[in-house]
């Protein structure tokens, strides 16, 4: 691919990355990390917006680990990235191996109460132009406050798919919903826009969870055949497909540890502009897919968190939701009339 493409429209996603979502302020420290993985003129976009909004920009790059959270500790500088981490204000992370609950990302988010962290893990020029470059923001935004507070509001769910996804389960009124739509100016967690994350009663998660788009990690690519978990009282019980499936399932087992048998939390993906790509970062938000994590909880979902080895997370495409008993979503299709106005709006 060529090096020219979408010269002139990353540094416009840039901009907007640094000017209106991180609201970045003058003599701000903005670290960007990445490892060996990493889409190099990302970074380098990055940092010379970050710089234009007279922030000081520092770019930390690193080997790729051979895995992603805890899993990556062992090949990673620990001390000296977590001390740096501690100090900044701002951090995003671009790392194909992801730094996210890692020992790193624990202590400084525990240690660094301005910290605004945002993870854009596996991104690359074509996607950051897509998911920040041309996106009607207020209208997004608008779009999932209404699909939040929907959620919010509902006790039991069920989720199905064209692929044989079939789950029930209870919410739990003390998890927080999170809502991401773009917003990076206040201290905590953040991720790409277009995903709404939340940790449901998680024992009471039951019945059957087809991947069917991708799983990150250990699979690399989209997926060729489809991965089915059965789900018991919100653990993998049994894990059913063809030669990824095995995979998979072999994966989840090499950690010896029991939270990797366990769901952490479901998404919606709702960005207008992602594509399924097998690039985690750029799946779970796709539009009328649901996303499921397993492993690690962190604590922006649960308070307090559930730690775990590693954390994967998986893509059922078209997927249907109801909200006790009200169905809202038809095989990617949103129904629920506001919603259905506004989805619209945003081209789809």
């Not at 730094?99 to 624990?106: C, G, I, K």
């Not at 788009?213 to 919100?234: D, E």
């Not at 129904?335 to 619209?344: C, D, Q, R, T, V």
Request: hydrophobic content about 40%; some cysteine.
């Amino acid at each position: 691919m060529s090096e020219f493409l979408y010269e002139y429209e990353l540094g416009k996603a840039a901009k907007i990355l640094c000017e209106e979502l991180f609201k970045l302020k003058p003599g701000e420290t903005f670290i960007i990390t990445a490892d060996t993985e990493s889409d190099r003129r990302v970074v380098e976009a990055t940092a010379r917006a970050a710089f234009a909004c007279d922030a000081k920009p520092m770019v930390v790059y690193t080997a790729s680990p051979l895995g992603v959270g805890k899993a990556a500790d062992p090949m990673l500088p620990v001390q000296a990235l977590t001390a740096a981490l501690i100090e900044t204000d701002a951090w995003i992370e671009y790392n194909n191996e992801w730094l996210l609950y890692s020992t790193p990302y624990d202590v400084a988010t525990a240690k660094n109460p301005k910290l605004r962290y945002l993870n854009a893990c596996g991104m690359n020029a074509d996607m950051m132009v897509r998911l920040l470059g041309r996106v009607d923001f207020s209208t997004l935004e608008k779009f999932m406050i209404r699909l939040v507070e929907l959620t919010k509001n509902a006790k039991h769910m069920r989720v199905t798919t064209p692929a044989g996804t079939d789950v029930e389960f209870d919410n739990d009124p003390g998890h927080p919903v999170n809502l991401e739509c773009g917003r990076y100016d206040t201290p905590g967690s953040h991720m790409q826009p277009g995903q709404i994350a939340w940790a449901p009663d998680l024992e009471t998660i039951n019945g059957v969870i087809v991947f069917d788009g991708s799983i990150v990690p250990p699979i690399v690519g989209v997926l060729q055949q489809p991965v089915a978990l059965h789900i018991k009282n919100g653990t993998i019980v049994k894990v059913e497909g063809g030669k990824e499936a095995a995979e998979y399932e072999k994966w989840l087992k090499s950690f010896n540890h029991p939270q990797m048998l366990k769901l952490a939390h479901i998404s919606y993906g709702v960005h207008p502009n992602a594509r399924l790509t097998g690039d985690i970062v750029e799946d779970e938000r796709i539009w009328g897919a649901t996303e499921w994590g397993i492993g690690n909880v962190g604590p922006i979902l649960i308070p307090g968190g559930i730690s775990g080895p590693s954390h994967s997370d998986g893509i059922c495409l078209n997927s249907s939701v109801w909200l006790d008993g009200v169905q809202i979503l038809d095989k990617g299709v949103f129904i629920e009339p506001e919603l259905k106005e506004m989805a619209k709006k945003l081209g789809k």
